[in-house]
């Protein structure tokens, strides 16, 4: 299992599988780039937000200027602010 087979899951929309994989990676080297941000997309598109975020945050802390981490980053707080208004504005 690697990488280019959860990007291929991924493709087919067979996201738990995709994450399965991506999990183990991430569990191996938790520095893996592409595997955290392919993690953060696939939890973007299962509306997993706070995930994704997640992801998104560690690739930050590791690469402060990854466009893919900061896009995403940026979406998923755009949504989840949308969604949740109160929880940034008390």
Excluded: C, H
Excluded at 13 to 22: D, F, H, M, R, Y
Excluded at 36 to 50: A, E, F
Excluded at 71 to 82: E, F, K, P, R, V
Aim: hydrophobic share 40%; aromatic share 8%; glycine share 6%.
């Amino acid at each position: 299992m690697d990488i280019v087979e959860a990007k291929q899951l991924f493709e087919q929309n067979e996201l738990e599988k995709a994450l399965q994989i991506l999990n183990e990676l991430i569990a191996k080297n938790g520095t893996d780039i592409q595997a955290l941000n392919l993690r953060g997309r696939i939890y973007y598109k299962m509306q997993k937000w706070g995930n994704a975020m997640n992801d998104y945050t560690t690739v930050l802390e590791i690469d402060p200027v990854n466009a893919e981490a900061k896009s995403g980053l940026a979406m998923a707080g755009n949504i989840l602010g949308y969604f949740t208004p109160d929880m940034f504005n008390p």
